[in-house]
């Protein structure tokens, strides 16, 4: 019972299988990707509509929805998808059975037994009743405790699931938003905005890299935008594959160099990739002293001062910085003039924050330029516009190195030092040999690597090898805004920064596509600075005050179980759960608390089994949404309704509207306050839009007509154009109150400078006391066998976790039969070393432990994790079992997350999912639950674990439930 049985059955087949999902029952004994159909097609009743997939949530992968007869019978890859190649994974074919599941929520419910109880007895409701009883719960939670009483929770969204990353805080006043941005892409567009500008981690794979390097992820399962088969062809095509990863992922094993580090300590390692190319002089020296604020000067005798700038979302700040400004040198002296020593001209000199401009400067939008150089490009994929970089006019020459003396306002000397002497001295530190002592990588090895990266293959073309696909996994270990700065930085010096193949952030095209669709009422305004600043967690985590897009998840649910700072009563759940960023456990038992809870989604989840009213929302062959690549890949097109949505299913964007309009509250604009779901479509497509206003309709047909858009086509100035901090044309520099339109007549970053900020004002604003952060650093997980060798003791093995399954995504597709076939329990991943010494065999279940909480997994022997390391799988959870929790504290391993100060990141409050201890141990009849090494419910009925479970076929598409529910 405790052995895992697997089909081996090539994954490809689920394309021909497809045909199946007409099946109510398989034949006896067949596999259920080779049950037969019992539905004749029709001839003539067959209609192909072209769509987006949002099987997986990350990728745009364009696709085919095959209908016969009204019923989805099949996707398969659309061509004109140039940024998928017209592939379409496993998992999105898959996700076909979910639109058609028997388990799946028809109907608004309400709650009738206690919370706590296995059995939530839910009930049947309308809508009006659910509306009307949520609007009377949450408008009674304001009158009693204010809006930030009320927190909202949400998950990946599909870009229109996204209620609660802020339409809700509109509606309620509330800042309280628990969203796994927080954990997911979310730190690196925290760290490129304070850096650069906001998503600038995003690399244009589909721009072909000459030297591809995957850091801290598995794109060829998932990722944003450039996943999957276009990554296998990049990975194929390039130069040189380079991988940096403590576990050797799938295409990993084709690389040419892997960087096989310590868990957690990817910020040492970029530290020491800046350390190479800085004393190889392979940086680019004109980015350097022209782009970056490395030749401002740093003076530690004056009082940290400077100018009202903006918040990320709403309202305004006074930046306070020790760099030396004009302001500092004389009483009428401009804060926002940053001083520099020139040396060609041996005197000071200032660049100005304000204009963007140099002193003397007049600027214009670079002419002299060149079409992109890349090789292997797909069809579909232009090459692009790439501005010569420009030279200093006037010609001057900023100092990096050496120290020099200011006279003050008040009249005494002071010495000032280059913020990018003082970077160098700290990059310094980081020689590959030392890098080599934390990593565990061999210094030549990470040598070689930088250096293969950083030496241009082909210089003739102006700009680097490509960029660094770093991904979620360097988020997670209390080192991701540092991490991500060093990152950042390193990119723009190696002259990968907004070049093809570099790094350019999300797809701008023809229409704003800023935050999705259904999160943020388009009418209204967002909540204001001083609601902002209510947000939990601002205290221990002060730049959430100016980042202003979360709350600190374990802060808010700290709040929820304790009162403290101030109550959290009511929240709304909108296509997420609990089990991923803080502590699943510590949630759970504090769910109770809550006065009332609203949980919005397809699936009776885990969250579901503490709400109070449930929402059935719609699936993706069922909506209409306009769709941008959310990377880089410049991807245009849309999701597309391809059947009819079954029984009471609403499209989350009318239930944002809906409950809008039952709390009396203006969603839209004045002329149209509450727009039904076509009218909030037309919104989306005319919000900024370049060009004719447009219909949703029109652009519908458009797209079922030509397919995909090149977005470099369709916004040539926006997206066609590279270097853009050259032009002035960097959309998402023009955050929270900033007007665009004047922010594009200005060259320069996202940033308070201008600058790409290896110092960050940002940091010596809101941290003054956190020095060593205002530059990029390293610093140990806290947790890690150098930061609490004594805990390492108690618990040997380091936990790395977040690995990405073919046929899942985080927490979904548990109940689709087709997945829990191919994979059916979750596996720990453990060195044959380590598991011959400790008696496992493949296939055993292994408790994994530590003093957060105690999980089960099943071994799984793989040398691409070293001994020492496991490698755990994230949020599972069992539709199978007939309890309101479904298991999640079974094999979750976010049951064993340690969180709080000093175990989260310092400055974005990330939380601590990679890179802790735990204690592995076979699990046995004699240490088990009912005798049994298999998870089992509450009764002791097993989980599904084998691929043979008679309750897989009970999850086969039903049309009749369908259409009678």
């Not at 109880?117 to 609007?135: F, H, K, L, Q, Y």
Request: hydrophobic fraction near 35%; glycine fraction near 10%.
């Amino acid at each position: 019972m405790g052995k895992l049985t697997m089909t081996r059955r090539a994954f490809t087949k689920l394309a021909a299988a497809t045909a199946a999902a007409a099946a109510v029952v398989a034949p006896a004994g067949a596999a259920l990707a080779e049950s037969s159909t019992v539905t004749a097609s029709k001839a003539g009743d067959t209609k192909r509509v072209r769509s987006c997939c949002r099987g997986c949530g990350k990728m745009e992968c364009g696709v085919w929805v095959i209908v016969e007869n009204g019923r989805a019978i099949r996707t398969e890859g659309d061509e004109s998808a140039f940024h998928s190649m017209g592939n379409h994974c496993g998992k999105g074919q898959a996700s076909l059975q979910a639109a058609y599941h028997p388990d799946r929520l028809y109907h608004p419910m309400k709650r009738t037994n206690a919370r706590g109880e296995d059995d939530p007895g839910w009930v049947r409701i309308t809508w009006d009743e659910a509306m009307s009883t949520i609007a009377e719960k949450l408008q009674e939670t304001i009158d009693r405790y204010g809006g930030e009483a009320i927190f909202g929770m949400s998950g990946t969204s599909r870009i229109w699931g996204m209620f609660a990353y802020g339409a809700l805080g509109q509606l309620v006043g509330s800042p309280n938003m628990c969203i796994p941005w927080q954990v997911c892409k979310g730190p690196r567009f925290f760290a490129t905005a304070m850096n650069s500008m906001m998503q600038a981690s995003w690399m244009e794979t589909v721009g072909r890299p000459k030297v591809y390097t995957s850091w801290g992820t598995g794109p060829e399962l998932s990722n944003y935008d450039d996943s999957c088969r276009t990554v296998v062809d990049v990975a194929e095509k390039a130069d040189t594959h380079i991988i940096v990863d403590p576990r050797m992922t799938n295409l990993g094993k084709e690389a040419d160099i892997w960087l096989n580090l310590r868990p957690g300590t990817d910020g040492a390692m970029a530290m020491g990739w800046l350390n190479i190319l800085i004393n190889n002089e392979l940086y680019d020296d004109l980015f350097a002293k022209k782009w970056t604020n490395g030749p401002f000067l740093v003076c530690n005798d004056v009082e940290p001062s400077g100018y009202e700038t903006y918040r990320f979302t709403r309202g305004k700040f006074n930046l306070k910085t020790r760099l030396l400004k004009e302001s500092d040198l004389k009483e009428d002296g401009d804060p926002h003039r940053f001083m520099v020593w020139d040396n060609l001209n041996n005197r000071m000199t200032y660049f100005d924050a304000d204009s963007g401009l140099w002193e003397g400067e007049t600027w214009s939008k670079p002419t002299a330029g060149h079409e992109g150089m890349q090789e292997h490009l797909v069809p579909g994929v232009s090459q692009g516009w790439v501005p010569d970089p420009t030279p200093f006019d006037p010609e001057i020459d900023p100092a990096l190195y050496g120290e020099f003396e200011v006279e003050l306002k008040d009249g005494k000397k002071s010495k000032v030092t280059p913020v990018w002497q003082l970077f160098t001295d700290r990059v310094s530190e980081y020689t590959p040999e030392k890098v080599s002592e934390i990593t565990g990588v061999p210094a030549e090895t990470i040598k070689e690597a930088c250096l293969i990266h950083a030496k241009r293959i082909d210089p003739s073309t102006g700009y680097g090898n490509g960029g660094i696909q770093y991904q979620l996994a360097i988020e997670h270990s209390c080192n991701a805004i540092a991490m991500c700065r060093a990152m950042d930085t390193y990119i723009g010096l190696s002259g990968n920064w907004d070049v093809p193949a570099g790094h350019r952030g999300g797809t701008q095209g023809d229409f704003v596509f800023k935050a999705g669709l259904g999160a943020v009422a388009p009418g209204i305004p967002n909540i204001s600075a001083e609601e902002f600043n209510k947000t939990l967690g601002i205290e221990d985590y002060p730049l959430l005050g100016w980042w202003q897009g979360w709350a600190d998840d374990a802060s808010v649910w700290k709040a929820i179980e304790t009162g403290n700072p101030y109550p959290v009563k009511a929240g709304w759940c909108s296509t997420g759960d609990f089990m991923c960023m803080s502590n699943s456990l510590q949630k759970w038992k504090a769910f109770p608390n809550l006065d009332f809870f609203v949980c919005e989604d397809l699936w009776k989840t885990p969250t579901a089994g503490m709400a109070d009213i449930l929402l059935p929302a719609q699936h993706w062959l069922e909506t209409d949404c306009p769709r941008m690549s959310q990377g880089p890949s410049g991807g245009q097109g849309a999701t597309v309704r391809a059947i009819e949505p079954p029984a009471d299913t609403k499209h989350d964007i009318e239930i944002a509207t809906m409950i809008y309009q039952y709390m009396g509250k203006q969603w839209g604009p004045d002329d149209n306050k509450w727009p039904d779901r076509i009218e909030n479509l037309d919104i989306m497509l005319n919000t900024g839009r370049q060009g004719a206003p447009t219909t949703w309709e029109e652009y519908r047909d458009d797209f079922e007509q030509n397919g995909w858009k090149d977005a470099k086509v369709v916004a040539p100035d926006t997206w066609g154009t590279y270097r853009r901090y050259e032009t002035g044309m960097m959309p998402l520099k023009a955050y929270g109150d900033k007007e665009a339109l004047v922010e594009f007549g200005k060259p320069g970053f996202g940033t308070p400078t201008r600058k790409m900020e290896i110092w960050s004002t940002l940091i010596e604003t809101f941290m003054p006391d956190d020095e060593e952060d205002f530059l990029p650093t390293y610093k140990e997980p806290p947790l890690s066998p150098i930061a609490d060798p004594e805990m390492n003791e108690k618990y040997p093995f380091t936990a790395t976790t977040g690995r990405r399954i073919p046929v899942y995504f985080h927490s979904e597709h548990r109940q689709l039969p087709w997945c829990r076939e191919m994979w059916p329990a979750p596996r720990i991943e453990i060195n044959p070393q380590d598991a011959a010494r400790l008696g496992i065999e493949q296939g055993d279940w292994v408790w994994i432990e530590n003093d957060n909480g105690k999980i089960r997994q099943v071994a799984d022997l793989y040398h691409g994790v070293a001994p020492g390391v496991v490698n755990l799988e994230h949020q599972w959870w069992f539709p199978e079992l007939d309890q309101a929790d479904k298991g999640y504290d079974l094999c979750g391993c976010n049951c064993l997350v340690t969180t709080g100060k000093g175990y989260q990141d310092r400055i974005s409050g990330t939380s601590y999912l990679r890179a802790y201890p735990v204690n592995i141990y076979k699990a046995t009849p004699e240490n088990s639950p009912f005798g049994n090494p298999v998870p089992c419910d509450h009764k002791g009925n097993e989980i599904i674990h084998d691929a043979s479970d008679p309750r897989l076929k009970e999850w086969l598409p039903n049309y009749d439930i369908r259409n009678e529910a």
